[in-house]
């Protein structure tokens, strides 16, 4: 099949990279330029492993092709997948759909004959309906739900075994002509689900937000065991252990981030305010895990007795999570610049390098060598669980013979430290200091 895939970020790139990869041919559009220049010139914009290769392999084999032209791509279609942005307006919990309604235009207005427009990006129930709305030409077009669920550093693992595909449509064609792109998946053995449009987009907010539910649930009996002197892993595994709870997603850490939970959450709140349900539970998820960051915040405060001043601390891992460049809604893009303004020293090291984020800040260095960074530390900040750093050797690394580790995701073992005498804090563990 011919698809055009609109919208070339980590959604858009992955699957529309993954779908060539199971024979299809696939046109993938973004409006900026010189994202589509690099992916030309055989390079990825993004990080998410085994995706270069992929890339480069379905490009030689001329079924994935990159362009900024959006009306040629999509007259070579069938069907077209929306798969931009869809972020919270500014200062507001609901969602911003202008990028949507942008696209949805453009394909209106450039498209010769009939097509299936298939929403990928979130969106809020109901924008599957004002999409069809604003169509011209309605006869021409199917629009459908098909809620995309990958998770960044696991990415194309994700596409390639989903947990299930669910598509809203209320086309009996539609629903067919999915059910045969999908085929290599389904033969695999993945399960493939069929509702309403509005049922498809609802799931997605669901599924996300009861996800951060979970998290927030597991860091808030953090909370309650640190001062308490349980371990939070014990709690974790006794509850998830109940096959009606599942043991994913209760691991105690930071606060949830990334590109999908904090603004899907805020989204769904917004999409209950405007038909007047109070998700109450989902609102106080959010706050929550604001309250979380202050929290930390003031943890490293009390580590060090409150004065941070010209500590020098070191952050290991800046992105949301490992295997990803991703530092959308991060937990270190408030924890570096409230750690800067109480006059800390900070440098970071993140294996996908540099961030842009960080570049503004005084006193915020970053550094390609781990074993540089670490010399002269006051404070280690375990803050991604990249692989490289679960088997470090503190006292190798730190030159200093004071100096303290905060492990934001328990990945050391707490008797490991006791006797290495190492002054160790982490999330929801027995004090062993
Ligand atoms: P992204 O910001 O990485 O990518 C969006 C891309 O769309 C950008 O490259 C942008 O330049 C392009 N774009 C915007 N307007 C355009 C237009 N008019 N024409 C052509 N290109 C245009 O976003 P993403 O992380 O890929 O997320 C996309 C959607 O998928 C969102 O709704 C998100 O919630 C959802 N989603 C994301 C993930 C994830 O892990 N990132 C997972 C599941 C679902």
Known sequence: MKLCMVGTGYVGLVSGTCFADIGHTVYCVDKDINKIKKLNAGQSPIYEPGLDELIKENYRSKRLFFTSNISEALNKSDIIFICVGTPNKKNSLSVDLSYIFRVAKEISKFSKNKKIIVTKSTVPVG????IEKNLKNKKKFTVISNPEFLREGDAIRDFRYPDRIVIGSDS?????????????LINKGAKFFHTNRRGAELIKYAANAFLATKITFINEIANLCEKTGVNVEDISLGMGTDVRIGSRFLR???????????????????????VKI?????RSVIKSNDNRKILLQNKINNIFGK?????????????????TDDMRDAASLSMIPYLI?????????DPTGKKKEFSKLRNCIFYSDINKICKNADLIILHT??????SLNFKKLVKKTKFIIYDLRNL???????????KYFSIGRPNTN
């Open 385 to 390: 669980e990249w692989d490289e750093f679960k």
């Open 341 to 349: 303004k109480k006059k800390a020293i900070v440098s970071y090291y």
């Open 172 to 184: 009996s064609h539609a629903f067919k002509v999915m059910k045969n792109l999908y085929l290599p």
């Open 307 to 323: 004065n941070i001043k010209n500590k020098k601390i070191v952050f290991l891992g800046v992105t949301f999570k490992p295997n």
């Open 252 to 274: 105690a850490g930071p606060a949830y981030g990334g590109s999908c939970f904090p603004k899907d959450t805020k989204g769904l709140v917004s999409i209950g305010d405007k």
């Open 278 to 282: 109070d998700l109450s539970i989902v």
């Open 127 to 130: 924008t599957g309906d004002l």
């Open 412 to 422: 050391y073992n707490l008797d490991e430290m006791k006797r290495k005498k190492i």
